[in-house]
């Protein structure tokens, strides 16, 4: 049983050192229900880690169809999104919670 | 307030669709409805006590505490489904449901009863509680903002009324359908709801990095946008995803194929039957 258990934990980190090992990362942070950057640029056809850092009190969602992610992230909470591999274009995101000001897009480049 | 409203609007209709359709099944099936408030209360209960624990449930398993919590939700949900979907097929090719008797007095009716009120009662409540627990958490942002909060809470009031309207609607639609057409169309449509669900499941394993995803599939937003109002509609029935990823596919088809696979033996096996 410990083995099992030790095993399925060790697949798991396993995972998720794949999952977290050198991946191009960049940060958004979110102030006064604003994006800061509200242009980001990333490279083309690479898996990339956002972390998007919430500075306000409340909490916001960060949310994009185009990107298909969805996220609640709580006030002076962060959090881990991870985006691509993406073909050059543009891709909108906003917070659902503010969406009025809270908008943003993801330029993906060569 | 209109985002308060839209927003609202949204999560109440994921779920609404969902208990809904079910209600009309209990409906067809001459069950008792009671399930329902069962269902409501607990997952109103487990939403409060979820948006409660957010901040706790972020931070665990090293920041994907959120996607694999929904992932657990949204899979005992569609495990669910396909069990009951397979359980309820036989019915799609037994006689009429006019002549289906209930029999209260059999026990082995009694337990697959049982059986039905329990997956309709995990249905309904883990999925008011991955929704409204949303809900809770965007109302909480507003409690120091005096100045907004009526105006909020009442697009929020408005968009849950509308929520529930539309499922309202989608029940009498489906409880006064012909009985020959009932069963067939309530497991389409709650099997395509199975799949975009199993979609949801492969998206947060693909959002903390779990799984690889690749370029889409398609891009259908040039026939339905996901941002328009029918995209929403479809978003909230059937997952609709202008661009799906290979891996959303594959778990799709692995959704799906239970069902297909049921409703494929039945067939053959009325074929054999009739052919004696």
Known sequence: ?110 | MVDAVLLVLREVLEAALIMSLLLALSHKLQLRFRWSLSALFLGLMGSWILAQYTYEITDAMDGTGQELLNAVLYFSVVLSVVVLSVLILPLAFAPPLATHRRTPDSPESGSRHKLIYGLFIIIVSFSVAREGSEIWIYLSGFTNQSDMISSVYIGAAIGAGIGVSLGAITYYAFAFMHKKYFVPVFLLVITLLAGGLSMQIAKQFLQIGLLNSTAPLWDSSFLVNEHSWLGELLYALLGYDARPAPIQGVFYLLTVSPILLAWVWHTWRLRANTHE
């Open chain 1, 1 to 110: 049983m410990k083995r099992i258990i030790n095993s399925t934990a060790f697949v798991y980190l396993f995972f998720c050192a794949i999952a977290y090992a050198e991946v191009p990362t960049f940060t958004i942070e979110i102030r006064d229900h604003l994006f800061f950057p509200s242009q980001l640029i990333i490279p083309a056809n690479t898996k990339v880690k956002l972390i998007v850092i919430n500075r306000d009190a409340t909490p916001e969602e960060f949310e994009s169809y185009e990107l298909n992610r969805e996220k609640v992230i709580m006030g002076g909470a962060k959090a881990i999104i991870f985006v691509g591999p993406l073909v050059p274009g543009d891709y909108p995101f906003f917070g659902e919670f503010n969406p009025k000001t809270a908008q943003g897009i993801i330029r993906v480049e060569n």
